[in-house]
């Protein structure tokens, strides 16, 4: 903690214990509402605490009722703890009382934190502890951090500890994880780490069995499916019985809500009709995207399961892709890579660049080779590297115990998918490159390099040319783009409305509602700005909404396909550039100011404006 912080809260505790005054602006507004709790409790912050620990046998009883919790989070515990130890400071975990059941880490600093009865067996609610990260996070509900002299009780204040709760898919507090250590050292990512740990958890909670109910995934980035920030619902019927933070957050509900809520009353669809993905409004009238767990969920960094059913297999939809001209083009890539060399796609978001890929891989071997699929965009910047090249025990803050061993080796043998390339960090293109020099790859921690051998597919919708990007490295360039394949939008397609057609088709092969002339013409006038992804959103769409006996009439369009020339339709473009200001000039104005704010910093820009680096380069080019 800096000199200037430790004297803002010593004035704080000066203007609250003793003048009785709120010090807000000098402490962070959960601290000082906590302190009040606290001295409404009548506790004083000169006294001592006055908590025992439990017995042996009682810590054992309490220890073996929370032995499911217990379980679930040790992959984290275990994770955090190996960096605790090296940092002198103790991993925690709680039970949802905030009795502590754990406490591992550093040998000295677990000594000096049972001494202010930091230890198991011992309560740290509010109402015996005082303003503690582990009780003012139970009551918060959030992530919270307390440092130093923040603590309500004096001989508190030689620990800063970042703690947050373990929220169960039904809205209730199943414990807390907390990182603690001492005050005088200062704890940059302690919190990230916590929050992200929780995360892996909370995900792993939604594990578990829930008999007749259907499970929800939603998310505004289609992207995003598969990763710890996805959004997941659970109903019974129509009602809302198990929620995730995520989702909650993203729906603007609360805890509260689980069981209150029914699907009506938060989504434009009928529930019993929703299969597979849609594309739906949610009661803000925002869109989001939804998948039930009728389908596997896509991830942006996995290795898929093997696939020998040809691309063009019915239930996928997608063999329209593959026109006379993109079938040369596959044909001509998939010579490229036997021969050794790599091939770069170049496309618009939702042009079909993965199922490129994947019907490359088919027809290199398909079921008989791994196939990995990274979304180079889908991963923070400070895990990128851990996940593609793997890790040694120890490496850095968080590793597991016995390391990893990284994406590029698991596709060893296969095809390597580099979605999203444009938006790699420069310090992972380094490390990639060299990988692809030298065909082999050393794992973060000076691990002994390791031999592979795979085909690189990378793909990007920005536009990766040489010199076109600052942030991307030349050398690079030229060794992901032996052969560059240029996927069309969907507006540039010759015949929309016989695509549209086959689309149709397909999705809609168990029950096909007819649709009239009006609508179809409409949906091949609009120019599509997501492409074939929004495409097929929308039909999946229609169809789920269509009751039985239901033909799709120009009514039943979103209300921006139904007008004569809708936004997006070439129409529409040639319209006066003054009447599209507003929020869209305001928010570029905006990613603009934060550019500048941070010299030039896409990821520091991005992260102050609260989204990702591959938005902030699509709205400014």
């Known amino acids: 903690m800096t000199d200037s912080a430790l004297d803002r809260i010593q004035t704080a505790r000066h203007r609250f ?21 606290c001295a409404g ?21 309490v220890c073996q009722k929370y ?52 230890r198991p067996g011992v309560p740290w609610s509010e109402n015996n502890t005082g303003t503690n990260a582990i009780g003012t996070a139970m009551i918060e509900g959030r992530a919270t951090e307390v440092r130093g002299p923040e603590h309500f ?88 019985v198990a929620a995730n933070r995520h989702a909650l957050g993203m729906l603007n509900l609360v805890r509260g809500d689980i069981g209150r809520r029914k699907f009506g009353e938060l989504f434009d669809a009928r529930f019993e009709s929703l299969r597979g993905e849609a594309n739906l409004r949610d009661h803000l009238n ?4 939804v998948r039930t767990d009728d389908v596997p969920p896509r991830r942006p960094a996995t290795v898929a399961p093997p696939r020998s059913a040809p691309a063009s297999d019915a239930r996928t939809g997608i063999e329209p892709v593959f026109g006379a001209s993109l079938a040369c083009e596959l044909d001509r890539a998939e010579r490229v890579l036997r021969a050794g060399m790599s091939v770069l796609l170049l496309g618009e978001t939702g042009t079909g660049k993965e199922v490129f890929a994947r019907e490359l891989h088919r027809r290199l071997g398909g079921g008989r080779m791994p196939f990995v699929a990274v979304n180079c965009a889908g991963l923070p910047d400070s895990l990128i590297e851990s996940e593609l090249f793997g890790y040694e025990e120890g490496a850095f803050t968080g590793a597991k115990r016995h390391g990893a061993k990284g994406l590029l080796r698991e596709a060893d043998g296969g095809v390597l998918f580099l979605d999203e390339i444009g938006d790699m960090p ?54 992901i783009a032996h052969y560059t394949v240029n996927l069309p939008a969907l507006r540039a397609y010759p015949d929309r409305r016989a695509l549209i057609e086959t689309f149709w088709r397909r999705l809609a092969v168990d029950a096909s509602p007819p649709i009239d002339a009006d609508a179809l013409a409409a949906l091949a006038r609009y120019d599509w700005p997501g492409n074939l992804r929004q495409l097929t959103g929308t039909l999946r769409t229609l169809i789920a909404l269509a ?26 473009d040639c319209a006066d550039p003054a009447d599209a200001g507003g929020l869209g000039e305001i928010a570029e104005r905006a990613m603009r100011q934060a550019l500048e704010k941070h010299a030039g910093n896409v990821s520091a820009a991005a992260r102050s404006l609260g989204i990702s680096r591959s938005t902030l380069y699509r709205r400014l080019g």
């Open 17 to 37: 214990f003793d003048q009785g005054d709120a010090p807000r602006g000098l402490v962070p507004a959960p601290i000082l509402r906590s302190w009040q709790r």
């Open 41 to 61: 409790l009548g506790l004083s912050e000169r006294a001592r605490p006055n908590v025992e620990p439990l017995a042996a046998t009682a810590l054992r009883e």
């Open 67 to 118: 032995e499911e919790l217990r379980r679930i989070c040790l992959p984290e515990v275990r994770a955090l703890y190996a960096d605790a130890r090296a940092t002198g400071s103790i991993v925690i975990l709680t039970a949802p009382d905030g009795m502590i059941l754990e406490a591992l880490g550093s040998a000295d600093f677990l000594d000096k934190a049972a001494r202010v009865s930091l």
């Open 153 to 240: 009780f004096a001989p508190h204040r030689v620990l800063s500890c970042s703690a947050v709760p373990i929220i169960d898919p039904f809205g209730k507090i199943a414990g807390v994880l907390d990182l603690s250590g001492e005050s005088s050292v200062h704890h940059t990512h302690a919190l990230g780490m916590v929050r992200f740990a929780v995360d892996q958890i909370e995900r792993r909670l939604f594990e578990r069995d829930f008999p007749d109910c259907r499970v929800l995934r939603v998310q505004r980035d289609a992207g995003l499916f598969g990763t710890a920030q996805e959004g997941i619902l659970v109903f019974e019927g129509e009602h809302l």
């Open 286 to 289: 925002k869109p989001v995207f």
């Open 426 to 479: 420069v310090a992972a293109q380094t490390r990639l490159l060299r990988v692809l020099q030298e065909r082999e790859v050393a794992p973060l921690g000076g691990g002994k390099p390791v031999k592979v051998d795979f085909s690189v597919v990378a793909a990007t919708n920005r536009n990766l040319q040489v010199g076109s990007l600052e942030q991307f490295r030349s050398d690079l360039f030229f060794r």
């Open 547 to 572: 009751g039985p006996g239901d033909s799709i009439g120009i009514r039943d369009l979103p209300p921006a396909l139904r007008m004569p020339d809708p936004p997006g339709s070439v129409a529409s």
